[in-house]
C-alpha cells in the first residue's frame, strides 16, 4: 500500500509538483521509480546533525571532475564530505548539476500572475515538517533533468531521456535527510513534451536487500 508524501512508509508515492524530506540512517537506499519517464526530481541533503552541512553542487562537481552526476558518484556536502551515493541507475545517466532549482522568480519570468508551485518552496516545506530551517537555499541536484552542454559552453533544456519505469537508487553515506521534489514545471519542457508533472514513487531499504528493485 502506498500514501501520497508519507516518508514513515518503507515505499510510498511523492504526488507530482510536491516535495518530502525522507530521514535516511547510513547505508539506507531509498529507490526513485520515474512511473512515466519524464519527471524531474530536484533533490538535495542535509545533516541531521547540522542542517548547516548541506549538499553543495560546486564542491560535487569538483571532487567528482564532472559536470554530470552519473552511476558510482557521490553528492559531497558544503564540507566535501560524502552525503549519498548513485548505487543502482537504469537510465542514460548524466544527471544535471548546473540548473537552479525553479522559483517564484523564475515562474513571474514566465508569465505566472498566481501562485505557481515550485521546487524552492518544496524544500524548505519539507524540511520544516521535520523542524529544520535554512535562511536560503541550496542548488539542486537535478535527478532525471536532460541538459546537454555545447563545446561553446551553452545550455540547452530538453524532455528526460528516461523512460517510463527507470529507477536511481541513493544511498545515504552518513545520517541525513534527503530532499526531493516532483518538479512542478508545467510551462516548459523539462519535465517531458506533455509539460505534465507526474507521480514519483520512493521505496526505502537497507543497503544490504538494495539490490531489489522499486516495484
Not at 548546473?98 to 524548505?124: K, M, Q, W
Not at 541550496?138 to 530538453?158: E, K, Y
Request: proline share 7%; with cysteine; glycine share 6%.
Amino acid at each position: 500500500m502506498t500514501a501520497k508524501n508519507d516518508p514513515s512508509l518503507t515505499e510510498f508515492t511523492l504526488a507530482a509538483t510536491r516535495g518530502t524530506a525522507v530521514p535516511l540512517r547510513q547505508g539506507q537506499v531509498l529507490g526513485i521509480k520515474n512511473l512515466h519517464g519524464n519527471q524531474v526530481v530536484d533533490a538535495w541533503a542535509v545533516t541531521q546533525a547540522d542542517p548547516f552541512e548541506y549538499s553543495s553542487m560546486e564542491h560535487t562537481r569538483s571532487v567528482n571532475s564532472n559536470l554530470f552526476y552519473e552511476l558510482g558518484m557521490s553528492v559531497v556536502s558544503n564540507y566535501r564530505r560524502p552525503l549519498f551515493t548513485l548505487v543502482g541507475d537504469t537510465t542514460p545517466g548524466r544527471h544535471d548539476t548546473l540548473l537552479c532549482p525553479c522559483n517564484a522568480a523564475i515562474y513571474r519570468e514566465l508569465g505566472c500572475v498566481d501562485y505557481h508551485r515550485s521546487c524552492t518552496d518544496n524544500f524548505h516545506e519539507a524540511l520544516a515538517e521535520h523542524g529544520v530551517a535554512l535562511p536560503f537555499t541550496p542548488a539542486s541536484l537535478n535527478l532525471f533533468m536532460n541538459v546537454p552542454i555545447t563545446a561553446t559552453g551553452a545550455l540547452d533544456r530538453l524532455p528526460p531521456r528516461s523512460v517510463a519505469g527507470d529507477v536511481l537508487q541513493l544511498r545515504a553515506e552518513c545520517d541525513i535527510y534527503l530532499v526531493l521534489s516532483a518538479c512542478p514545471q508545467d510551462i516548459t519542457p523539462i519535465n517531458g513534451a506533455s509539460r505534465r508533472p507526474t507521480d514519483i514513487i520512493l521505496a526505502l531499504s537497507d543497503a544490504a536487500s538494495a539490490a531489489g528493485e522499486v516495484e
